[in-house]
């Protein structure tokens, strides 16, 4: 096997470890979350004792499901896409088309994870916490900026890999 790839085949599975981490983080949290709502509506209309800090548990489970869930999303390029006025330019410049795009979401994911690392920090040193429960806002804000760095880490290396792979080749993990 030569040296590149080797390369692909680690990212590869690596790319898979992430994947497969991140489906696992989401599936957990969206668990958590299923059983706290459902204990929280029993807890208040058959107990009419609701479970306290419940919306603020479930609120922060919440950006965690969404980021985690935008790494599986942006590695596999598994975006819902709307295309209203760009079939013409794509059908003159496919290969830059695609260029463009993909380093506009690379882009705009690292400066999401950029200002979500900037909030998790500010909100570290000025020892701001949330509303009801009092939780340390950073470890929220803390673990969605890694989720989406991530993110573009994993879209990243999802565009290496689709660029290496031959079009119509499928990828063994699905991406």
Not at 52 to 68: D, K, Q, T, W
Not at 109 to 132: D, N, P, W
């Amino acid at each position: 096997m030569t040296e590149p790839e080797h390369q692909g085949g680690v990212l590869s599975a690596l790319l898979v470890k992430a994947i497969a981490t991140l489906e696992n983080i989401s599936s957990v949290a969206i668990a958590i979350m299923m059983v706290l709502t459902f204990a929280d509506v029993i807890g208040r209309y058959m107990f009419h004792s609701p479970i306290f800090g419940a919306g603020e548990m479930i609120s922060s489970l919440l950006a965690i499901v969404i980021f985690a869930g935008l790494g599986v999303t942006n590695a596999r390029d598994d975006h819902i896409v709307v295309e209203l006025v760009d079939s013409q330019i794509r059908r003159m410049a496919p290969r830059l088309y695609d260029a463009v795009i993909q380093l506009f979401s690379v882009f705009a994911m690292g400066l999401i994870a950029f200002v979500l690392c900037e909030h998790a920090l500010i909100s570290y040193h000025q020892e701001a916490r949330t509303y009801v429960l009092e939780i340390p806002l950073f470890l929220t804000t803390g673990l969605v900026a890694l989720l989406a760095f991530i993110s573009t880490l994993s879209m990243i290396a999802g565009i290496y890999l689709r660029m290496k792979t031959p079009a119509g080749d499928k990828m063994e993990y699905g991406l």
